[in-house]
């Protein structure tokens, strides 16, 4: 995927920077294991700092002091997450700020304001994610109403100009939940759309992984092949490999960081617990076979030390470890594409990772 | 000062690292800040992992991934400041752990045994730090304790040797409160047990400062001028520079780190509380003149954001910048000195500290 910010390689996972910083490491460190791409969330950057504060930096790209692609949200998910602070309606969604209570619109045309504001250069249309699990007479209204919406934003994308000079994409999201046929309506009208590329949504969020599996198949038949396709919110390293065999090209979530910070290292063999007893005196590193600055410097029982004591660099070394295996993994994968043995080598990692004690799901 | 991991090159700052971390900085930004040792807590580090746990990683430089020099403290100060969990006794000292509650003894030959397990390359004897304010009695009691304990430690050292192959040295530590006859008791005491380096303790721990530059200048002219000079626990950048003058060679202090942490950065002008509604949009970076990564990469209006969001990353980036200036302002003096400058030099950075608006005492 070309950006005005660099090449992005597919498949990619984009580590998620919500505030305007992925979460215990540094910018430099995500270009030394080879982020290519990251995650900003709307809605959060709407509320802090503010638009005004990052559009006075030149956009998101200079405040952040990250000069390679980045990709935001159109916080319609974070929204939708309030459950009692919101109200949606035909024109948009009325909300609540988690930080300070006070009330905020968006609409379809204001979050591409707001993303041109930012100027990341992939945007995201405003649609609703229905919740799981929900009838498929809601699913068939949201739908409708998340068509609409994705029309409208496509309108505002063509009216409402790049502010910084550079070009931006914007991506259309298929919604429908568990239903085939809501699904396809959903991708027939965005893809009439002609958007720079197709994320999934509504999934991972709560339904069994087989489905979540099935959906992805199915939705991937329906969009064009030469633009690249979006897996919202996923996921494990399992779940990763599942779908990028089932042609999906990029993928965001919190796991690999928020795992880190909870002293759970992804290693080839599956899963470390750092808490553990049993690394109290490992001076193994969490990953033998892993390159990062984490593995190649300290031990498991340093890790486990620094997690007990609570020492931030518990954060920040596990942080490095999990994304770097996460990046790994995508450059493997790709690699594998390329040389016509994906699935020979999926099977292999998976195998890798079922060796492990502690399984992650 | 030469040691095993290398050549210390002085004025030096030693960052603070009590449970074998540095706060929120990973070990090879320390080195490329220029860090050249860095202090580690015998109490907490005998606590948590525990000394064996140290004794299995080869010491302490093989356990934190650091291979520069390492000093630590005999954890005296630490059990000290255990006002209500601990009781002094000639034989040593018993308190309660601030993390179990359970019951442990140092005497002066057991913070041997722990600092040759830990194996760094500077050892501190064990020593009561009297309080601030102390009467005279209570300052020549517990300077008549700290001069038996030295000897003791001094005897323990030289039947205790190194566990790793590699040398240590064991510092004495000047006590006596503000009064300049114990001081000199104790100075004398300790010059004839004849110590590898020899620390001033018992200052900044509530003093006018103009006492404790005084009671620094006194208790140098009684030190072997060949010998490191290293005063404990302090302090400002304004501290450093009248104590370096006073033929001070070595410094510690959580100032940095902690302030850091706190969102208050220190530059060549005074210092910056990054909270401050001045700098919400503020493109500038904390200190102009810095080369640190945070100031080569990052806004004021970025860093407020963060620490405004808590990102862990506005941990990160202000400490870096915080040790950075305090490196740096050590290689100065360290320059200054050679040059046969450093009064003139002096001035102008306390000039420079005097310009901004807010004051850091």
Same mark, same amino acid.
């Given at each position: 995927?070309?950006?005005?910010?660099?090449?992005?390689?597919?498949?990619?996972?984009?580590?998620?920077?919500?505030?305007?910083?992925?979460?215990?490491?540094?910018? %430099?460190?995500?270009?030394?294991?080879?982020?290519?791409?990251?995650?900003?969330?709307?809605?959060?950057?709407?509320?802090?700092?503010?638009? *005004?504060?990052?559009?006075?930096?030149?956009?998101?790209?200079?405040?952040?002091?990250?000069?390679?692609?980045?990709?935001?949200? #159109?916080?319609?998910?974070?929204?939708?997450?309030?459950? *009692?602070?919101?109200?949606?309606?035909?024109?948009?969604?009325?909300?609540?700020?988690?930080?300070? +209570?006070?009330?905020?619109?968006?609409?379809?045309?204001?979050?591409?304001?707001?993303? %041109?504001?930012? =100027?990341?250069?992939?945007?995201?249309?405003?649609?609703?994610?229905?919740?799981?699990?929900?009838?498929?007479?809601?699913?068939?209204?949201?739908?409708?109403?998340?068509?609409?919406?994705?029309?409208?934003?496509?309108?505002?994308?063509?009216?409402?100009?790049?502010?910084?000079?550079?070009?931006?994409?914007?991506? =259309?999201?298929?919604? +429908?939940?568990?239903?085939?046929?809501?699904?396809?309506?959903?991708?027939?009208?965005?893809?009439?759309?002609?958007?720079?590329?197709?994320?999934?949504?509504?999934?991972?969020? =709560?339904?069994?992984?087989?489905?979540?599996?099935?959906?992805?198949?199915?939705?991937?038949?329906?969009?064009?092949?030469?633009?690249?396709?979006?897996?919202?919110?996923?996921?494990?390293?399992?779940?990763?490999?599942?779908?990028?065999?089932?042609?999906?090209?990029?993928?965001?979530?919190?796991?690999?960081?928020?795992?880190?910070?909870?002293?759970?290292?992804?290693?080839?063999?599956?899963?470390?617990?750092?808490?553990?007893?049993?690394?109290?005196?490992?001076? #193994?590193?969490?990953?033998?076979?892993?390159?990062?600055?984490?593995?190649?410097?300290?031990?498991?029982?340093?890790?486990?030390?620094?997690?007990?004591?609570?020492?931030?660099?518990?954060?920040?070394?596990?942080?490095?470890?999990?994304?770097?295996?996460?990046?790994?993994?995508?450059?493997?994968?790709?690699?594998?594409?390329?040389?016509?043995?994906?699935?020979?080598?999926?099977?292999?990692?998976? #195998?890798?990772?079922?060796?492990?004690?502690?399984?992650?799901?």
């Amino acid at each position: 995927m070309e950006t005005s910010h660099g090449l992005v390689e597919t498949p990619m996972f984009m580590p998620v920077g919500t505030q305007g910083s992925v979460k215990a490491i540094e910018q %430099r460190e995500l270009v030394e294991l080879g982020a290519q791409i990251i995650l900003g969330n709307t809605y959060h950057l709407y509320l802090r700092p503010g638009v *005004d504060v990052i559009e006075s930096a030149g956009g998101l790209h200079g405040f952040i002091g990250w000069n390679k692609p980045i990709l935001t949200d #159109s916080g319609g998910y974070q929204i939708f997450s309030l459950t *009692d602070l919101r109200e949606i309606e035909e024109d948009g969604v009325t909300f609540r700020s988690h930080v300070d +209570g006070s009330t905020h619109v968006f609409t379809p045309e204001s979050v591409i304001t707001i993303q %041109r504001q930012l =100027g990341s250069d992939v945007m995201m249309v405003l649609d609703e994610c229905a919740p799981h699990p929900c009838d498929i007479e809601y699913a068939q209204r949201s739908n409708g109403l998340t068509i609409r919406w994705a029309e409208r934003c496509r309108n505002a994308f063509e009216q409402d100009g790049s502010r910084y000079g550079h070009a931006q994409g914007l991506f =259309g999201i298929v919604q +429908g939940s568990i239903y085939r046929e809501i699904r396809e309506l959903s991708a027939q009208a965005l893809v009439k759309m002609d958007f720079d590329g197709y994320a999934i949504g509504g999934l991972a969020v =709560g339904e069994p992984v087989e489905q979540m599996y099935e959906i992805t198949e199915f939705c991937e038949a329906l969009l064009p092949r030469e633009k690249p396709r979006y897996l919202m919110g996923v996921g494990t390293p399992q779940n990763l490999l599942e779908s990028i065999e089932r042609g999906m090209d990029m993928f965001d979530c919190v796991l690999p960081t928020r795992n880190g910070r909870n002293a759970n290292l992804f290693t080839r063999t599956g899963s470390l617990n750092l808490r553990n007893a049993v690394h109290k005196t490992d001076l #193994s590193p969490v990953d033998p076979e892993c390159t990062c600055y984490t593995c190649k410097n300290f031990s498991r029982a340093y890790l486990r030390h620094l997690f007990q004591v609570k020492e931030i660099l518990a954060l920040q070394l596990a942080t490095i470890h999990n994304l770097s295996f996460y990046l790994w993994l995508m450059r493997e994968a790709h690699k594998a594409i390329h040389q016509r043995r994906f699935a020979e080598w999926k099977h292999s990692i998976l #195998s890798g990772l079922r060796t492990g004690q502690v399984g992650i799901q």
